[in-house]
């Protein structure tokens, strides 16, 4: 055990888990690499859990942070911040909702917990829906909505959910449907529910399912359930902490995987938008965003410092087509995973879009979840200079691919062929 990661152990909380055996201390990175503390070259296929959303030290965002903390580095919603409404000016247009109002936070939790209460102050209610297998974050009223309940500690939610079927295509008691079949079961399941319960004030869902091992319902699954929700006058949250800004390749936001719905009511985005700097936030329209009766509900609602890395980060992500390389070198990546995988009986289903990208381990011959051939894969890519992530909801038993978005071609075959040997080696 490292001398860090002992006085990890004796100060930090029990439940703080870090991934390997030997935690890896980072030191730098550039590009789509990174270096530990001894000097080993790693290629992030996880983009320090999506974070890194363009580039390690991505030149364009440390001069917007330099300049600004040479500037100003100061914080309160009470004065104008002109990087802060310039970004909400871009995140307002680029969100689809018509008439649209940005609030910035620090985390995605906290956009969701924004959002929850929006929600339930706009149509007066604590009831909220949320999906199965799903994950919104760790505070109070997140872990309220989050269905995966091993990756949340408990707690006594202020929220009455109902969980709905249909996050997840590969598992559950619909698995066996055909796509329309899954998604005409999953409405009445939706419709099943709210004929039992007073008026939930929101569903809150991520189109593709994050922790839940990158894993999706067909397109359309939220599209029909859309006209459901509107019947009642239920809001539609589309948690895009993950797969906004051009992850999933053929869509900037997921929810747009589901487009005849038109944008949701309330988005929430956070994670790469700062590349590594901490913000999030919540776009909403104005008569919801406008609900609260506050003055302003956090006084790091978006800093200078943040809101001008995010806005660097962005323009470079949409100067640059980021969006196309993921939908491209992802493709490629899939295509080239699925034939490496395609004799290994550990490897249920390589699934995803854009960079981002799932690997479901059973054991050999069974369908059942293989949570330890997961973590040993992990440690095996890791010996081999590759870090990836895992998750999978109950069973972590999914390997999670999600390399910064300006990933090269060559790049992808090198991250490929250390996986396909560390899976060989592990499963
Ligand atoms: N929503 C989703 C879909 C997430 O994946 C996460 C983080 N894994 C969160 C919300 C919470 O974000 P944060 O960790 O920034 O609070």
Not at 65 to 83: C, D, F, I, K, M
Not at 282 to 311: H, K, P
Not at 362 to 374: C, K, L, M, Q
Request: with cysteine; hydrophobic share 40%; aromatic share 8%.
């Amino acid at each position: 055990m490292s001398d860090l990661y002992a006085r990890h152990r004796a100060v930090a909380p029990d439940w703080l888990a870090l991934y390997y055996e030997d935690p890896i201390e980072i030191t730098h990175g550039e590009g789509r690499y990174v270096w530990d503390a001894n000097g080993k070259r790693y290629l992030d296929f996880f983009g320090g859990i999506l974070t890194t959303m363009t580039a390690h030290a991505l030149p364009e965002v440390t001069k917007a942070v330099s300049e600004q903390a040479g500037r100003l580095l100061h914080s309160s919603t009470l004065y104008l911040n002109r990087p802060m409404v310039e970004l909400a000016e871009r995140i307002a247009q680029l969100s689809e909702i018509p008439n649209a109002r940005v609030f910035f936070t620090t985390s995605g939790t906290e956009a969701n917990d924004t959002a929850l209460l929006l929600a339930t102050a706009y149509r007066r209610s604590n009831t909220v829906l949320a999906m199965r297998n799903s994950y919104h974050g760790r505070s109070f009223s997140a872990i309220g909505v989050t269905g995966n309940r091993g990756w949340s500690p408990t707690s006594l939610s202020p929220l009455q959910t109902l969980y709905v079927h249909g996050g997840v295509r590969t598992r559950g008691p619909f698995a066996h449907l055909d796509d329309a079949e899954f998604i005409a079961a999953c409405v009445e399941d939706l419709k099943d529910l709210l004929g039992h319960t007073r008026p939930p004030a929101a569903l809150i869902a991520e189109p593709v399912q994050g922790v839940g091992g990158f894993t999706s319902p067909p397109d359309g699954l939220y599209a029909a359930f859309r006209e459901v929700l509107q019947e009642h006058g239920i809001l539609w949250i589309s948690d895009e902490v993950q797969t906004g800004w051009g992850r999933t390749g053929d869509h900037f936001w997921g929810w747009q995987a589901h487009g005849r719905s038109g944008p949701p009511d309330i988005v929430t985005f956070a994670k790469g938008l700062g590349n590594g700097m901490s913000i999030g936030g919540v776009v909403a329209r104005a008569e919801i965003m406008n609900c609260l009766d506050a003055n302003s509900i956090s006084t790091f609602g978006g800093t200078q410092i943040t809101t001008a890395a995010a806005l660097a980060n962005l323009t470079y992500l949409l100067e640059h087509d980021l969006q196309g390389n993921a939908r491209r070198v992802g493709g490629l990546l899939i295509e080239r995973l699925r034939a490496a995988t395609a004799d290994l009986p550990g490897v249920r289903e390589v699934r995803g879009r854009g960079l981002m990208i799932g690997i479901e381990l059973v054991r050999p011959g069974t369908d059942e979840a293989d949570p330890r051939a997961a973590s040993a894969v992990l440690e095996a890519a890791r010996e081999g200079g590759l870090l990836i992530g895992k998750g999978g909801g109950h069973h972590t038993s999914a390997l999670r691919i999600a390399p910064p978005l300006s990933l090269t071609v060559a790049e992808a075959e090198e991250g490929a062929a250390i996986l396909e040997h560390a899976l060989r080696s592990a499963c």
